[in-house]
């Protein structure tokens, strides 16, 4: 069973960082992909960052590219979202997921468990 718990989220001034971190059980094999979504109120729910246990390329969405980066420490099953320069904008529910998928980490489709998702709100 695929457990994913989120921390780190809070209240930051905009050009602020935040370090979020996702404890995962259960999805630590290489065939799966780690990945960040968000949900701003009154929107959508989008993929920020994904990568794979395994390695290679992660994925950033447009909007955080170049502000946050995604890393995983496999030592201690955990991914993490380093996010930089905050925007007002960026305020969200930022949940963490996982699959085991042959998709494509920049495909919502490769997200299959979910965490409970933790609150990030960047003042002005």
């Known amino acids: 069973q695929v457990q994913l718990v989120e921390s780190g989220g809070g209240l930051v001034q905009a050009g602020g960082s935040l370090r979020l971190s996702c404890a995962s059980s259960?999805?630590?094999?290489?065939?799966?992909?780690m990945g960040w979504f968000r949900r701003a109120p009154g929107k959508d729910r989008d993929l920020v960052a994904g990568?794979?246990?395994?390695?290679?390329?992660?994925y950033y969405a447009g909007s955080v590219n170049g502000r946050s980066t995604i890393s995983r420490d496999k030592d201690k099953n955990t991914v993490y979202l380093q996010m930089n320069n905050l925007r007002p904008e960026d305020t969200a529910v930022y949940y963490c997921?996982?699959?085991?998928?042959?998709?494509?980490?920049?495909?919502?489709?490769?997200?299959?468990?979910w965490g409970q998702g933790t609150q990030v709100t960047v003042s002005s």
């Open positions: 997921a996982a699959g085991n998928s042959y998709f494509s980490v920049n495909d919502d489709r490769a997200y299959t468990y």
């Open positions: 259960g999805a630590t094999y290489d065939a799966y992909v």
């Open positions: 990568i794979r246990w395994s390695g290679g390329t992660p």
